[in-house]
């Protein structure tokens, strides 16, 4: 069993900038797909930024040019930088990492952490 903590979360004004943290007690993202989700307040979950174990990364038309997704295999750790914050961006933001091992899948998910931004 894997276990994803999540950090970096917090108030900041809009136009401002967060880094997110996730934190992984394997060395699983750097065999894995990871992601980036985010659950506003009486909305439904939404996929935020993903990257493959090649390193390949895809963005939500919503954040594309303002986030980055970013992966430290020696630290198991992935990132979201998030620049030029929206009040829209305020969510509940969760990582993921799913995969394969051995024909079994897994899918583990961290508690998440609040992103509020001020207008």
């Known amino acids: 069993q894997v276990r994803l903590v999540e950090s970096g979360g917090g108030l900041v004004q809009a136009g401002g900038s967060l880094r997110l943290s996730c934190g992984s007690s394997?060395?699983?993202?750097?065999?894995?797909?990871s992601a980036w989700y985010r659950q506003a307040l009486g909305k439904q979950r939404e996929l935020v930024a993903t990257?493959?174990?090649?390193?390949?990364?895809n963005y939500a038309d919503f954040v594309k040019g303002r986030f980055t997704i970013a992966r430290d295999n020696a630290k198991n750790t992935m990132y979201l930088q998030m620049n030029s914050l929206k009040p829209e961006d305020t969510a509940v933001y969760y990582c993921?990492?799913?995969?394969?091992?051995?024909?079994?899948?897994?899918?583990?998910w961290g508690q998440g952490t609040q992103v509020t931004v001020s207008s």
């Open positions: 993921n990492t799913n995969g394969k091992i051995f024909s079994k899948q897994y899918d583990y």
């Open positions: 394997g060395s699983i993202f750097s065999i894995s797909t």
């Open positions: 990257i493959t174990s090649g390193g390949t990364t």
